[in-house]
């Protein structure tokens, strides 16, 4: 007989997301701010000013690949490793460690492509106040300062970047607990201390803030066996207004100063109907930074997968455009300068700076670290539709089949998590989904494809072959006191599987094979979800930090659970092919390289106009860092949208990288037809254009396959030198000729669009009509003007179009600019004269080469 909670199981579920149905917003209780996190609080408190840390020359080493140099912490002896590596292409890392530490602290494995390769350094001169080193790149420099320990990277008279330049390095040392009977190991490795550094650390424990070794958030404690390990580097930007990137987060493309609140946090988390423009920590975490100006483009990748919040300062917050006029008359001196500091709970001090000189140069560089996103299957870039949940196979059956009857193009038809037998992945629900083959030989034959959701939270059931397997092989997460840790999620009672392991990512990849996944067909693809991961009762929803991962503890490792998850299913889906095949995966949580197996989405958003806006610099930030395949829920997830919304929030999804409608189990359905013939015809035309530039998503695709630039850009990042493009994430260039600006206002009877290089020329895509660069346009978009615009792109549409969007693209004849191929042009006619439904009529199949995908 089931136990109690087994009993209770699903019905504590369905209570749970009955309450959080209700609430239609995020609860911001179940986070934390910096003032409850304890090391955030503790680091921040630090002020700038003198570092305690000095270097200690006489230890410095120089070796062809690396300089290494001792530094000392003269408050506490506590002695720390600097090594230093000039990387090629312009690349210099600066890793931090403690010179003898307790035990190993951990480092990031596998998020690095390979081993990068290095380049020799050279000293320059050196006294008894630093080391100059050549860098070999046009007069490229580091200078490293004794007291306090600075590094300032130069090239000419120029600084480019300063570290520790307000002093808040901070390395918080492993220590034994005073409490504590040590073993004769680490009694032996305290013996060998000095002295002066036993007696510090006596002190600074008698000093020991709340929450070192244990703290408490609402009714969860957590323990910390290895006590306080935090780490903090300031960074300083002189010249730089402009800061981008850090993805996850609900806000502007520019990032903003946070002195008077919270600092930008990097931890992922499952976060039920996300705010807007505030800094709280979403379902990824990339810990890369772009800065820019005028002159040059410069880049940040701190590699911890740890806890991380970022603080930003600048000189000019606050100042209004007369102020900074102002200044100009007035002869001010003053540099602008932004100032950014990272601080992790655990880890050591891994830094790549990239120094560009300009965008393509720093997406090379991160590219040349963390690779590139990886090249989609063709089909992928058409139209996805998806609901929590299609009820069974009659319903997928009925609503493929309203595709053909409406005449609408897609791809892909999605099932979430109740297509399964009792929230048990890799199954199907017995009586629902009977016959999954048969269903799935039936999008085949209409060459369409399907994506079920395989979630990383296994259900606790002596009957499922999946739990039952990764039990015995001890391959779920441990809690601190060394069984299974548990968790609460859709299945109810949970374990969850240890993906930082080869071992154990190895046998998930093996269990998408045809004859270990049961109903399965080539024709069918994953989507991971939850994978924060999501605990339901567990601290801020996720897993405990004491919860173990082999030798490390998840405070270590959180923010790499969701791209094992994602490696692993993308491994198993080119491995049930042979090879041949490029997989689809699509992931919620994400990190550092994540774009190298798949797609990602902007999670659970609302059906708002400022969740339509937010879509824009949310994909944005995403592209900057490396993952292009980027977009978020058509419609909104959550609430109902009203007919204009829903319509223009299609026009908006069909120019960005994922396009796919997606809704929740609690509201109204949705599909393209269901809101009359008008808006039928508006949301045909809008998935319809995506299929018309489908050749030149694929060429741009290609294109960040090999270059790593994004494929969904800021138009900055093309206009280096144009300081009006520098905040602009209202409109946004795909590749580098196609620049759109969707409407995200209610109502609203025009747009107001800026057109950027003095030089350029642009047109038009439906009239053909010329407009010169550095202008603002103005756009008319009202619905009855619009409705009557006939226009043409190489074949006569209809006039039924409705314009919710601008579109242009830059004349390949002008020279300043180019297009690499012209093939999207005439590919695009024969699909709409064709009248596209899916993408046979390109591709017969979605194996390597050529087109196919």
């Not at 807007?276 to 810990?287: D, F, I, K």
């Not at 609901?387 to 069974?392: P, V």
């Not at 548990?486 to 599987?497: I, K, L, S, T, V």
């Not at 039924?800 to 093939?823: M, N, Q, T, W």
Request: aromatic share 12%; hydrophobic share 35%.
């Amino acid at each position: 007989m089931a136990s109690f909670s087994e009993r209770m199981a699903p019905v504590l579920v369905l209570w749970l997301a009955m309450c959080l149905g209700a609430t239609w917003a995020v609860d911001r209780g179940n986070f934390k701010t910096c003032d409850q996190s304890a090391f955030c609080k503790r680091q921040r408190a630090l002020k700038p000013g003198d570092s305690p840390y000095r270097a200690l020359l006489e230890t410095m080493e120089l070796t062809n690949t690396r300089l290494t140099l001792q530094l000392i912490n003269d408050n506490n002896k506590v002695r720390l490793l600097l090594e230093l590596y000039r990387l090629q292409g312009n690349i210099t890392r600066v890793k931090i460690n403690e010179l003898k530490p307790l035990k190993p602290r951990y480092e990031v494995p596998d998020v690095l492509i390979r081993d990068p390769p290095t380049e020799p350094l050279s000293v320059l001169s050196q006294d008894e106040s630093g080391v100059v080193l050549s860098l070999g790149v046009e007069s490229q420099r580091v200078i490293v300062s004794v007291r306090p320990f600075r590094l300032d990277i130069m090239e000419g008279h120029d600084v480019l970047m300063s570290l520790n330049s307000r002093g808040l390095l901070a390395f918080e040392h492993l220590r034994m607990r005073k409490d504590t009977q040590a073993d004769p190991e680490a009694e032996k490795k305290e013996e060998a201390d000095s002295a002066d550094q036993a007696e510090a650390t006596k002190e600074e424990e008698e000093k020991a803030e709340e929450g070192m070794w244990e703290e408490t958030f609402k009714s969860h404690s957590d323990s910390k066996p290895n006590g306080p390990s935090s780490i903090s580097l300031d960074f300083s930007l002189p010249g730089v207004e402009h800061v981008y990137g850090i993805p996850e987060h609900a806000d502007d493309l520019k990032l903003k100063t946070t002195d008077n609140g919270d600092p930008y946090r990097l931890f992922n988390l499952d976060v039920f109907q996300y705010e807007l423009y505030n800094p709280m920590a979403l379902y990824g975490a990339v810990p890369v930074m772009l800065a820019h100006n005028a002159q040059r483009t410069t880049g940040i990748f701190w590699l911890n997968a740890a806890e991380t919040w970022v603080d930003i300062s600048s000189n000019t917050a606050g100042k209004t455009v007369f102020g900074k006029m102002l200044d100009y008359v007035q002869g001010s001196s003053e540099i602008p300068q932004t100032d950014v500091r990272w601080i992790s709970e655990s880890g050591i001090i891994d830094v790549f700076i990239m120094l560009g000189p300009t965008p393509k140069h720093v997406f090379s560089q991160y590219a040349s670290l963390t690779g590139t996103q990886s090249f989609p299957p063709l089909a992928s870039l058409g139209y996805h539709q998806c609901r929590w949940n299609y009820n069974d196979q009659e319903d997928v059956r009925s609503v493929d089949a309203g595709f053909d009857e409406y005449d609408i193009p897609y791809d892909f038809i999605w099932l979430d998590i109740e297509h399964t037998d009792g929230k048990r992945y890799f199954t199907w629900d017995p009586h629902k989904f009977a016959t999954p083959k048969e269903m799935l030989q039936g999008l085949m034959d209409k060459k369409r494809k399907m994506v079920a959701i395989v979630d990383p939270h296994i259900k606790i059931d002596s009957n499922y072959k999946i739990h039952n397997e990764i039990r015995s092989r001890g391959f779920y997460v441990k809690n601190k006191d060394g069984g299974d840790y548990e968790g609460w999620c859709w299945p109810g009672n949970a374990g969850y599987p240890d993906f930082t392991r080869a071992d154990m990512r190895a046998w998930w990849a093996s269990m998408f094979a045809y004859d270990q996944y049961e109903g399965s067909m080539e024709n069918l693809y994953t989507w991971n979800d939850m994978n924060e991961p999501s605990v339901f009762n567990g601290p801020e929803v996720t897993m405990h930090k004491d919860a173990v991962h082999g030798d490390w503890e998840n405070r270590d490792v959180h923010n790499l659970y969701g791209l094992y998850v994602q490696m692993a299913t993308a491994d198993g889906l080119v491995q049930r092919s042979g090879g041949v095949e490029r997989p689809f995966v699509l992931t919620r949580a994400f990190f550092a390289g994540s774009q190298r197996y798949g797609a990602v989405w902007t999670g659970d958003n609302a059906a708002e106009w400022d969740h339509l806006k937010i879509s824009i610099p949310m994909c944005l930030s995403l592209g900057l860092v490396g993952i292009s395949f980027c977009g978020a829920d058509v419609g909104g997830f959550f609430k109902s949208p009203t007919p204009e919304l829903l319509v223009r929030w299609y026009q908006t999804g069909a120019y960005q990288p994922f396009f796919r409608a997606h809704a929740h189990l609690d509201t109204p359905r949705r599909e393209p037809w269901l809101f009359g013939p008008e808006n039928t015809a508006l949301i045909r035309e809008a998935v319809r254009q995506r299929y018309t530039f489908l050749p030149y998503w694929y060429q741009q695709f290609y294109h960040a396959y090999r270059t790593g630039e994004p494929v969904m850009r800021p138009l900055w990042v093309e206009y280096t030198q144009d300081p009006a493009t520098f905040a602009v994430d209202d409109e946004f260039l795909i590749g580098q000729n196609l620049l759109v600006h969707p409407v995200t206002e209610e109502g609203a009877r025009g747009v107001t669009a800026y057109l950027p290089g003095k030089e350029e020329v642009w047109f038009d895509i439906h009239t053909f009509q010329k407009h010169n660069g550095a202008q603002n346009l103005y756009i008319p978009v009202t619905m009855s003007s619009v409705r009557r615009l006939r226009f043409h792109f190489l074949i006569l549409w209809s006039p039924s179009f409705f314009l919710i969007e601008y579109v242009l693209f830059l004349d390949p004849r002008v020279p300043a600019r180019r297009l690499h191929h012209s093939s999207e042009n005439a590919s695009s006619s024969v699909l709409l004269l064709h009248g596209t439904r899916s993408l046979h009529s390109l591709c017969g199949s979605e194996r390597s080469g050529g087109c196919r995908g």
